[in-house]
């Protein structure tokens, strides 16, 4: 071959290796488009269903723009919600990005469907008085309002990278059409003071029990001589307290629309499983930790497996338990349309509940990967074991809220968790670290401004989430009033 022929084919080669460049780059840029394709397409395919089921009659618009607002709600509860289940597990690299999507996208629609209400209130958490609305169409619009302003605020927080509370949304949505259409006098302020408590209760709850298992697994198996025995010993008994936090959490949150489960009833069953479930592990974690070396690495193998299951759990009891909420305007709206009639409880219809699961499958697989990486990964370094708190603190916690009659956000406790967790690494490194100096007292100690660096929690996410949460009722009413005088402006 010639030297005029050989530069031709190395300058070919270097025009196909800048389109393959310039086609892998168009591809990355449009990505987004196809999550927002997608998610019209779905959009869509709620309203035409809403159109089928309410037989074409012409007063049936309202519902098919309402089953559009719904579907739209779902895509940003799979966006924003479900990250705080899977989160911890993908930043603890106990499951790829892809894994934790799919097993999220599979358990969230099984609760849903499987395990989620029948009936659930209107008023969402009863802060509006029924009565004070008995009027349809003016129901009707305050719903369309409410589903449609929680859903706005939750894609603008995913969009800032916040994980928000999807029913404190709702809620505040139905307090800010309530109010707009009947007046401040029918909203329950000792509920939604309750609902306030809340913001301050479930992230310290959940951030405090997360850093006491913490430190329990630091004193009884990592800073011990023989770590493996010690894991061998305490690993199942972990086990054990998980499965009976989550039996308890799932038989509370969980069946309650198939039977009456009280609390202690729930607490026995837990029981049962977790000692059922802890002596079962005792052979398995003795068999998996066999030739492990004697090292910390060696032991986060041993909460994989626990962790994954975990996340899983934790994404089925949400989609059973928070679905509901997500979808209850919705499920009034379809109510009204059917029986002319206002109720503070309505009956949940399977395309509505097919809505909200497979709503929140699409905007988990479309949009989820931030939030979970954010959740997992850029609040603190997790691993194994401190994502296993993570996990067991937002069972134990919502049963602990439940035994007190504590208004609790699932939300906030997994990512309180998480702050828990790196608040406690944080305070444990520098108290090894002071007792270092004392003990070698010509160290160098580092200067301050080092010492800010190495925190082991990045504040900005802090900053930025707690004014998310504190904000989320007020800014999703705000949003719910302006969307009603709108819809009544336009005719609705």
């Excluded at 994502?387 to 309180?416: F, K, M, N, Q, R």
């Excluded at 929690?457 to 949460?469: E, Y």
Aim: charged share 10%; proline share 3%; net charge positive.
């Amino acid at each position: 071959m010639t030297d005029d022929a050989t530069r031709q084919w190395k300058t070919l080669d270097k025009d196909l290796n800048r389109l393959s460049r310039l086609e892998e780059a168009s591809m990355y840029a449009s990505r987004p488009l196809v999550g927002v394709g997608v998610s019209l397409v779905f959009v869509s395919f709620a309203a035409v269903a809403a159109a089928i089921f309410a037989g074409g009659e012409p007063q049936s618009l309202a519902l098919v723009v309402a089953a559009a607002f719904g579907a739209y709600m779902a895509l940003n509860i799979g966006a924003n919600d479900v990250a705080n289940n899977m989160g911890p597990a993908v930043g603890a690299k106990a499951l790829s990005m892809l894994g934790a999507i799919a097993i999220a996208a599979v358990f969230e629609s099984a609760g849903a469907l499987l395990a989620g209400g029948d009936v659930v209130a209107t008023i969402s958490k009863g802060i509006i008085d029924p009565s004070a609305l008995s009027n349809t169409a003016v129901f009707v619009r305050a719903m369309m309002a409410a589903l449609l302003a929680a859903s706005i605020w939750v894609n603008i927080a995913t969009w800032i990278g916040a994980p928000v509370s999807t029913t404190h949304s709702v809620v505040g949505g139905v307090m800010g059409a309530g109010i707009i259409a009947a007046g401040l006098g029918t909203v329950n302020w000792a509920t939604m003071a309750q609902i306030a408590a809340s913001w301050v209760i479930s992230p310290l709850l959940g951030g405090i029990f997360a850093a006491a298992v913490l430190a329990f697994i630091k004193w009884r198996v990592i800073y011990v001589d023989d770590k493996i025995a010690a894991a061998r010993t305490w690993v199942p008994v972990l086990i054990g307290v998980m499965s009976a936090a989550f039996a308890t959490y799932l038989a509370l949150k969980g069946l309650k629309h198939v039977m009456a489960i009280d609390l202690s009833t729930a607490l026995l069953i837990g029981v049962v499983a977790g000692v059922a479930f802890g002596l079962l592990s005792v052979p398995l974690i003795r068999r998996q930790s066999e030739g492990l070396e004697n090292r910390n690495r060696s032991l986060k193998s041993l909460f994989n497996a626990p962790l994954v299951v975990s996340a899983a759990l934790l994404s089925f009891a949400h989609g059973a338990n928070d679905v509901a909420n997500a979808v209850g305007p919705l499920a009034a709206i379809a109510y009204v349309h059917q029986s002319s009639s206002v109720a503070g409880e309505v009956s949940i219809p399977l395309w509505v509940m097919l809505i909200g699961a497979l709503g929140i499958s699409f905007g988990l697989v479309l949009f989820g990967p931030k939030l979970i990486g954010m959740v997992g990964s850029q609040i603190t370094k997790l691993n194994p074991m401190r994502a296993y708190c993570v996990a067991l603190s937002a069972a134990v916690t919502v049963i602990a809220a439940s035994w007190l009659g504590l208004p609790v956000s699932s939300t906030h406790i997994a990512v309180g968790g998480v702050f828990g967790v790196g608040f406690f690494r944080e305070w444990y490194t520098e108290r090894r670290a002071r007792r270092l100096m004392r003990e070698r007292p010509a160290g160098r100690r580092l200067p301050g401004q080092e010492r800010a660096r190495r925190k082991l929690v990045r504040r900005s996410h802090f900053m930025t989430i707690i004014a998310a949460w504190v904000i989320t009722v007020p800014a999703a009413a705000l949003l719910s009033a302006a969307c009603f005088l709108l819809l009544r402006a336009i005719g609705f």
